[in-house]
């Protein structure tokens, strides 16, 4: 893995550069109840109000904004369980380029239609019997378009990573520097790329991960100390972070940088759907709400010191928002 | 009505100044998809982030942090559908002052549950025989407490304009100087406050406010020139803004500075609800939604226009949030 080029700080200043005026500035907000209960200083990073309600568009906006003239006319290609579809597809849009994106037949169908919406080819797969990478490859090859990939390239990394450019930023308004900065973990772009911030302008600050139970492939990585993979492409709520395995580039990044990964449950997952929308009047689906999950559910001892929680999407069916109210 | 004294603008910067660092700075968010469907620029003011989930912190706070070292000794006792009764709970505590609220036996179980939750000692009533006014003119008679009033107080108008004065400087960063500024209106606090900021800072700026239909008596008293009641105290899901009818401070104000109120269905209100939900991933209640209702159902000519629209609270309970989402 020596050769891999990886994404550092610098890359993460210039993503942010490129996204200025197209992205949202999220809002850093305090979680007063969640602070006080706790006896700590817990704040979320609200990126569900991000343009397509989720984290995604930064990298994906960073990506694409960096093809060659050729390649923007030849088009795009991407795979996603729904938010990097999306991301992909509105930055597509904002510049002109065509994207086809692979879905799988299952994934919500806020997202699906918001994929269309966007102006975006979808093509669906099974994702029991087929593999999206295969179809992508297919693709690609068949009418020369660039594969985007979810999370396992250097520009996408770099892009994830300004939502904790910002909260670092947005903390000192706060008089804030925070001991803890947690995200839910998928393949690890979002976290690879917050690292490279957070260690960078706050060494002393710990990053944790958070998975589903059962499908907790980066933990036991880091844990094995090679890229593991999850026994089952499916079969948690949080589709949005149903990653089979790390890649190369976030496996490298998260093993130098990340303290540990937590898991927690689909019913903790929903449970913190539900505070969310009690008590900070936000929408967050099931995978983007692991991190408060993990906080909400006493995995990590808080006591007295301040946090950042990123709440990474809010791009969820009426039938789940509905199951996690009733929670 | 010559002897009010009216709060003007620089009132509202002395409330900024008092309320800054308790109340939340909510963010201004620019809303893509409905800006696209109506050719317009639109952008919602979110105050169901604020503090206790609704605007009414600021005003509260800034009355509040106004009694004297004696009055705040006394304690004091306000009557509220449930934002107000937050917002005066919330303040108490943080200023260490007792309150007790009057409180609809409907009130939503959230505000309800809230309110006790803040330390406030909470008296409920039957909205439909008995009155809340003498309900807290007793209490104030017995233990000697300041009597709070919900909206028509100089010190409650000038704080709830805090979040017109944050909406305009924020526009600044989007480049933006607003053409509407829209708020719910129920007994005239939130838009009389709002409307001393906006006229202050951007005297071409119309204002309009939006009310449920069957209770529309601001919009009645400002056609008539008169201050008209609505013909019954409950019976829409917009319990938030189910005033009788204005007061004189609130309906001076309106009367200057309106361009006109709107109203909207209990269904339109649902309807905005599940818009918020999907499309800007906020929670907000029915009463905070009619100024969303109103753009989204095509009652003002938006197109070409740039228009901030306060979402004013979100302190709603799963059963009508769910109906919402079934809408």
Same mark, same amino acid.
């Given at each position: 893995?020596?050769?891999?080029?990886?994404?550092?700080?610098?890359? =993460?200043?210039?993503?942010?550069?490129?996204?200025?005026?197209?992205?949202?500035?999220?809002?850093?907000?305090?979680?007063?109840?969640?602070?006080?209960?706790? !006896?700590?200083?817990?704040?979320?990073?609200?990126?569900?109000?991000?343009?397509?309600?989720?984290?995604?568009?930064?990298?994906? %906006? $960073?990506?694409?904004?960096?093809?060659?003239?050729? /390649?923007?006319?030849?088009?795009?290609?991407? %795979?996603? &369980? @729904? $938010?990097?579809?999306?991301?992909?597809?509105?930055?597509? #849009?904002?510049? +002109?380029?065509?994207?086809?994106?692979?879905?799988?037949?299952?994934?919500?169908?806020?997202? *699906?239609?918001?994929?269309?919406? %966007? @102006?975006?080819?979808?093509?669906?797969?099974?994702?029991?019997?087929?593999?999206?990478? /295969?179809?992508?490859?297919?693709? !690609?090859?068949? #009418?020369?378009?660039?594969?985007?990939? &979810?999370?396992?390239?250097?520009?996408?990394?770099? @892009?994830?990573?300004?939502?904790? *450019?910002?909260?670092?930023?947005?903390?000192?308004?706060?008089?804030?520097?925070?001991?803890?900065?947690?995200?839910?973990?998928? +393949? @690890?772009?979002?976290?690879?790329?917050?690292?490279?911030?957070?260690?960078?302008? !706050?060494?002393?600050?710990?990053?944790?991960?958070?998975?589903?139970?059962?499908?907790?492939?980066?933990? #036991?990585? *880091?844990? !094995?100390?090679?890229?593991?993979?999850?026994?089952?492409?499916?079969?948690?709520?949080?589709?949005?972070?149903?990653?089979?395995?790390?890649?190369?580039?976030?496996?490298?990044?998260?093993?130098?940088?990340?303290?540990?990964?937590?898991?927690?449950?689909?019913?903790?997952?929903?449970?913190?759907?539900?505070?969310?929308?009690?008590?900070?009047?936000?929408?967050?689906?099931?995978?983007?709400?692991?991190?408060?999950?993990?906080?909400?559910?006493?995995?990590?001892?808080?006591?007295?010191?301040?946090?950042?929680? =990123?709440?990474?999407?809010?791009?969820?069916?009426?039938?789940?928002?509905?199951?996690?109210?009733?929670?």
């Amino acid at each position: 893995m020596h050769s891999l080029k990886l994404p550092d700080f610098e890359d =993460v200043l210039r993503a942010a550069n490129k996204i200025a005026g197209y992205s949202v500035k999220t809002p850093l907000l305090k979680c007063d109840d969640l602070s006080e209960k706790l !006896s700590a200083e817990i704040f979320v990073k609200a990126e569900c109000l991000q343009r397509v309600g989720a984290f995604k568009f930064r990298g994906a %906006y $960073n990506r694409l904004s960096r093809l060659s003239d050729d /390649e923007k006319k030849r088009g795009v290609v991407a %795979y996603s &369980s @729904g $938010n990097h579809a999306q991301g992909v597809a509105a930055s597509a #849009r904002l510049l +002109g380029i065509d994207a086809v994106i692979v879905m799988p037949k299952d994934s919500p169908k806020m997202k *699906l239609q918001n994929t269309i919406n %966007y @102006g975006a080819e979808v093509i669906t797969y099974d994702r029991a019997t087929e593999s999206r990478e /295969e179809i992508a490859a297919k693709i !690609s090859a068949e #009418r020369g378009c660039v594969v985007v990939p &979810s999370f396992e390239d250097f520009y996408i990394i770099a @892009g994830q990573g300004t939502a904790a *450019l910002e909260a670092i930023h947005q903390a000192k308004d706060y008089g804030t520097v925070f001991d803890i900065f947690m995200t839910p973990v998928g +393949g @690890g772009g979002l976290i690879s790329g917050c690292s490279l911030a957070v260690k960078a302008l !706050s060494p002393n600050t710990e990053i944790y991960g958070v998975e589903p139970e059962g499908f907790n492939d980066v933990q #036991r990585s *880091l844990q !094995s100390g090679k890229i593991e993979s999850n026994p089952k492409p499916s079969g948690s709520i949080c589709d949005a972070i149903l990653t089979v395995h790390p890649e190369p580039m976030t496996y490298t990044i998260m093993s130098r940088n990340l303290s540990g990964v937590l898991t927690v449950t689909d019913e903790e997952a929903l449970k913190a759907m539900k505070y969310a929308w009690e008590k900070l009047k936000l929408v967050v689906e099931p995978g983007a709400c692991v991190a408060l999950a993990a906080i909400l559910h006493g995995k990590l001892d808080v006591k007295g010191k301040k946090i950042c929680i =990123v709440l990474s999407g809010g791009n969820v069916d009426e039938e789940t928002f509905i199951k996690a109210l009733n929670t």
